[in-house]
Protein backbone atom coordinates (compact mmCIF):
# COMPACT_ATOMS: atom_id res chain seq x y z
CA UNK A 1 0.00 0.00 0.00
CA UNK A 2 1.17 3.70 -1.04
CA UNK A 3 1.21 5.58 2.13
CA UNK A 4 0.48 9.76 1.26
CA UNK A 5 1.81 12.50 3.63
CA UNK A 6 1.12 16.03 3.10
CA UNK A 7 2.41 19.17 4.01
CA UNK A 8 2.01 21.47 5.90
CA UNK A 9 -0.88 19.95 7.99
CA UNK A 10 -2.52 24.10 7.78
CA UNK A 11 -1.84 27.20 6.33
CA UNK A 12 -2.17 30.52 6.97
CA UNK A 13 -3.06 32.91 4.54
CA UNK A 14 -4.84 35.96 3.00
CA UNK A 15 -6.45 36.38 -0.34
CA UNK A 16 -4.72 36.98 -2.94
CA UNK A 17 -1.68 35.27 -1.91
CA UNK A 18 -0.24 32.49 -3.30
CA UNK A 19 -0.78 28.91 -1.75
CA UNK A 20 2.30 26.23 -2.33
CA UNK A 21 0.77 22.61 -0.82
CA UNK A 22 2.91 19.68 -0.83
CA UNK A 23 2.41 15.65 -1.31
CA UNK A 24 4.94 12.75 -1.11
CA UNK A 25 4.26 9.28 -1.66
CA UNK A 26 5.98 6.37 -0.18
CA UNK A 27 6.81 4.88 -3.65
CA UNK A 28 6.85 6.33 -7.29
CA UNK A 29 3.01 6.57 -8.73
CA UNK A 30 2.50 4.92 -11.83
CA UNK A 31 1.79 7.18 -14.15
CA UNK A 32 1.94 10.13 -12.30
CA UNK A 33 -1.88 9.11 -11.00
CA UNK A 34 -2.12 11.99 -8.59
CA UNK A 35 -5.07 13.81 -7.87
CA UNK A 36 -5.82 16.88 -5.86
CA UNK A 37 -9.38 17.48 -4.51
CA UNK A 38 -10.76 20.24 -2.24
CA UNK A 39 -13.39 20.07 0.38
CA UNK A 40 -15.28 22.29 2.08
CA UNK A 41 -17.60 21.35 5.28
CA UNK A 42 -20.95 19.85 4.59
CA UNK A 43 -19.90 19.18 1.13
CA UNK A 44 -18.54 16.27 -1.36
CA UNK A 45 -15.04 16.55 -2.45
CA UNK A 46 -14.66 18.36 -5.74
CA UNK A 47 -11.88 17.23 -8.44
CA UNK A 48 -9.05 19.57 -9.18
CA UNK A 49 -6.35 18.01 -10.57
CA UNK A 50 -5.33 14.54 -12.20
CA UNK A 51 -2.33 13.24 -13.73
CA UNK A 52 -0.51 15.67 -11.26
CA UNK A 53 -1.10 18.33 -13.99
CA UNK A 54 -4.53 18.01 -15.60
CA UNK A 55 -7.34 20.26 -14.65
CA UNK A 56 -10.35 18.69 -13.76
CA UNK A 57 -13.34 20.33 -16.17
CA UNK A 58 -14.28 23.77 -15.21
CA UNK A 59 -11.78 24.45 -12.38
CA UNK A 60 -10.09 27.78 -12.52
CA UNK A 61 -6.29 28.87 -14.26
CA UNK A 62 -5.12 29.49 -10.93
CA UNK A 63 -4.85 26.21 -9.47
CA UNK A 64 -2.03 23.81 -11.31
CA UNK A 65 -0.31 20.83 -10.27
CA UNK A 66 3.16 19.78 -11.07
CA UNK A 67 5.31 17.30 -10.08
CA UNK A 68 6.51 13.23 -10.64
CA UNK A 69 7.58 10.24 -9.47
CA UNK A 70 6.57 10.55 -5.28
CA UNK A 71 6.56 14.36 -5.04
CA UNK A 72 3.73 16.55 -6.41
CA UNK A 73 2.68 20.03 -5.79
CA UNK A 74 -0.80 21.88 -5.86
CA UNK A 75 0.06 25.91 -6.17
CA UNK A 76 -3.25 28.18 -5.61
CA UNK A 77 -1.77 31.21 -7.76
CA UNK A 78 -3.86 34.24 -5.93
CA UNK A 79 -6.66 32.64 -3.45
CA UNK A 80 -10.03 34.02 -3.67
CA UNK A 81 -12.36 33.94 -0.76
CA UNK A 82 -13.94 30.73 -1.56
CA UNK A 83 -10.72 28.82 -2.14
CA UNK A 84 -10.05 28.45 2.15
CA UNK A 85 -11.08 24.77 2.62
CA UNK A 86 -8.83 21.48 2.97
CA UNK A 87 -7.37 19.78 0.29
CA UNK A 88 -6.53 15.92 -0.28
CA UNK A 89 -3.81 14.55 -2.11
CA UNK A 90 -4.66 10.58 -3.79
CA UNK A 91 -2.91 8.01 -5.69
CA UNK A 92 -4.55 6.36 -7.87
CA UNK A 93 -2.03 4.16 -9.65
CA UNK A 94 -2.15 1.49 -7.52
CA UNK A 95 -5.00 -0.03 -5.23
CA UNK A 96 -5.46 0.44 -2.82
CA UNK A 97 -6.14 4.16 -4.05
CA UNK A 98 -4.91 5.90 -0.87
CA UNK A 99 -5.74 9.93 0.47
CA UNK A 100 -3.10 12.09 1.97
CA UNK A 101 -4.20 13.12 5.42
CA UNK A 102 -5.48 16.66 4.22
CA UNK A 103 -4.03 20.46 4.07
CA UNK A 104 -6.57 23.25 5.55
CA UNK A 105 -5.96 26.28 3.83
CA UNK A 106 -7.36 29.37 6.33
CA UNK A 107 -7.39 32.99 6.27
CA UNK B 1 -25.43 15.83 -17.07
CA UNK B 2 -24.07 13.18 -14.82
CA UNK B 3 -25.56 12.76 -11.20
CA UNK B 4 -25.27 10.47 -8.39
CA UNK B 5 -28.12 10.12 -6.09
CA UNK B 6 -27.36 8.53 -2.88
CA UNK B 7 -29.95 6.80 -0.16
CA UNK B 8 -30.33 8.62 2.99
CA UNK B 9 -29.18 8.77 6.71
CA UNK B 10 -28.97 5.23 8.31
CA UNK B 11 -28.55 4.34 11.58
CA UNK B 12 -27.71 1.25 13.17
CA UNK B 13 -26.26 -1.03 16.20
CA UNK B 14 -22.99 -2.47 16.38
CA UNK B 15 -22.81 -5.71 15.35
CA UNK B 16 -25.52 -4.99 12.34
CA UNK B 17 -24.98 -4.34 8.50
CA UNK B 18 -25.89 -1.19 6.64
CA UNK B 19 -26.40 -0.97 2.67
CA UNK B 20 -25.85 1.99 0.92
CA UNK B 21 -27.10 2.69 -2.76
CA UNK B 22 -25.82 4.94 -5.39
CA UNK B 23 -27.89 5.78 -8.05
CA UNK B 24 -25.95 7.09 -11.16
CA UNK B 25 -27.38 8.93 -14.05
CA UNK B 26 -26.29 10.80 -17.17
CA UNK B 27 -23.79 8.41 -18.61
CA UNK B 28 -23.27 5.08 -19.75
CA UNK B 29 -23.02 3.20 -16.10
CA UNK B 30 -20.99 0.25 -17.27
CA UNK B 31 -18.15 2.62 -18.70
CA UNK B 32 -16.96 3.98 -15.38
CA UNK B 33 -15.82 1.93 -12.35
CA UNK B 34 -17.14 3.20 -8.88
CA UNK B 35 -15.64 4.38 -5.94
CA UNK B 36 -16.54 4.41 -2.40
CA UNK B 37 -14.95 6.88 0.11
CA UNK B 38 -15.63 7.35 3.77
CA UNK B 39 -15.02 10.36 6.35
CA UNK B 40 -15.54 9.62 9.86
CA UNK B 41 -16.78 13.09 11.77
CA UNK B 42 -13.72 15.81 11.57
CA UNK B 43 -11.68 13.08 9.97
CA UNK B 44 -10.07 13.12 6.55
CA UNK B 45 -11.14 10.76 3.21
CA UNK B 46 -10.65 7.16 3.67
CA UNK B 47 -11.31 4.85 0.08
CA UNK B 48 -13.00 2.28 0.51
CA UNK B 49 -12.85 0.21 -2.85
CA UNK B 50 -13.82 0.36 -6.30
CA UNK B 51 -16.29 -1.96 -8.47
CA UNK B 52 -16.23 -2.62 -12.36
CA UNK B 53 -19.72 -2.23 -12.74
CA UNK B 54 -19.22 -4.28 -16.11
CA UNK B 55 -17.79 -7.42 -15.14
CA UNK B 56 -18.88 -6.67 -10.93
CA UNK B 57 -15.59 -7.47 -9.81
CA UNK B 58 -14.31 -5.33 -6.87
CA UNK B 59 -11.02 -4.45 -4.95
CA UNK B 60 -11.46 -3.27 -1.05
CA UNK B 61 -9.04 -1.55 1.08
CA UNK B 62 -7.41 -4.14 3.48
CA UNK B 63 -8.80 -2.49 6.52
CA UNK B 64 -12.11 -3.54 4.82
CA UNK B 65 -11.68 -6.86 3.41
CA UNK B 66 -13.99 -9.35 5.07
CA UNK B 67 -16.37 -6.88 5.94
CA UNK B 68 -17.19 -4.57 2.57
CA UNK B 69 -19.43 -6.07 -0.38
CA UNK B 70 -19.73 -4.19 -3.35
CA UNK B 71 -22.58 -4.63 -5.65
CA UNK B 72 -24.58 -3.34 -8.69
CA UNK B 73 -28.04 -4.19 -10.58
CA UNK B 74 -26.98 -2.41 -14.33
CA UNK B 75 -30.63 -2.70 -15.31
CA UNK B 76 -31.43 0.53 -12.45
CA UNK B 77 -27.90 1.71 -13.04
CA UNK B 78 -27.55 2.06 -8.98
CA UNK B 79 -24.28 0.52 -7.42
CA UNK B 80 -24.48 -0.64 -3.32
CA UNK B 81 -22.25 -1.09 -0.98
CA UNK B 82 -22.99 -2.80 2.66
CA UNK B 83 -21.00 -3.27 5.39
CA UNK B 84 -20.97 -5.66 8.10
CA UNK B 85 -20.33 -6.18 11.60
CA UNK B 86 -20.63 -2.17 12.45
CA UNK B 87 -18.53 -0.78 15.41
CA UNK B 88 -18.58 2.58 16.81
CA UNK B 89 -15.53 4.09 14.68
CA UNK B 90 -17.58 3.17 11.37
CA UNK B 91 -19.63 6.44 12.26
CA UNK B 92 -19.32 8.37 9.52
CA UNK B 93 -20.45 10.18 5.73
CA UNK B 94 -20.12 7.53 2.91
CA UNK B 95 -19.76 8.62 -0.60
CA UNK B 96 -19.82 6.65 -3.55
CA UNK B 97 -18.04 8.44 -6.88
CA UNK B 98 -17.76 8.17 -9.91
CA UNK B 99 -14.01 6.65 -10.98
CA UNK B 100 -12.06 6.08 -13.88
CA UNK B 101 -13.57 4.72 -17.28
CA UNK B 102 -12.63 1.06 -18.15
CA UNK B 103 -9.86 0.90 -20.17
CA UNK B 104 -8.48 4.12 -19.93
CA UNK B 105 -4.73 4.86 -20.56
CA UNK B 106 -2.85 8.16 -19.71
CA UNK B 107 -4.34 11.44 -19.02
CA UNK B 108 -7.60 10.01 -20.29
CA UNK B 109 -7.39 8.33 -16.93
CA UNK B 110 -10.03 10.76 -14.85
CA UNK B 111 -10.71 9.56 -10.84
CA UNK B 112 -13.82 10.36 -8.95
CA UNK B 113 -14.67 13.37 -11.06
CA UNK B 114 -18.54 13.00 -9.85
CA UNK B 115 -19.26 12.36 -6.55
CA UNK B 116 -22.75 11.86 -4.28
CA UNK B 117 -24.00 13.70 -1.71
CA UNK B 118 -23.13 11.15 0.80
CA UNK B 119 -24.99 8.83 3.35
CA UNK B 120 -24.35 9.70 7.26
CA UNK B 121 -23.87 6.65 9.21
CA UNK B 122 -24.11 6.09 12.76
CA UNK B 123 -23.17 3.13 14.41
CA UNK B 124 -24.69 3.26 18.61
CA UNK B 125 -25.97 1.27 20.79
Known amino acids: EIVMTQSPVSLSLSPGERATLSCRASQSINNNYLGWYQQKPGQAPRLLIYGASARAAGIPDRFSGSGSGADFTLTISRLEPEDFAVYYC?????????FGPGAKVEI | QVRLVQSGAEVRKPGASVKVSCKASGYTFTDYYINWVRQAPGQGLEWMGW????????FSAPEFQGRVTMTRDASLTTAYMELSSLRSDDTAVYYCARGQKLYCSGNRCIPSDFWGQGTPVAVSS
Open chain 2, 51 to 58: MNPSGGGT
Open chain 1, 90 to 98: QQYGASPFT
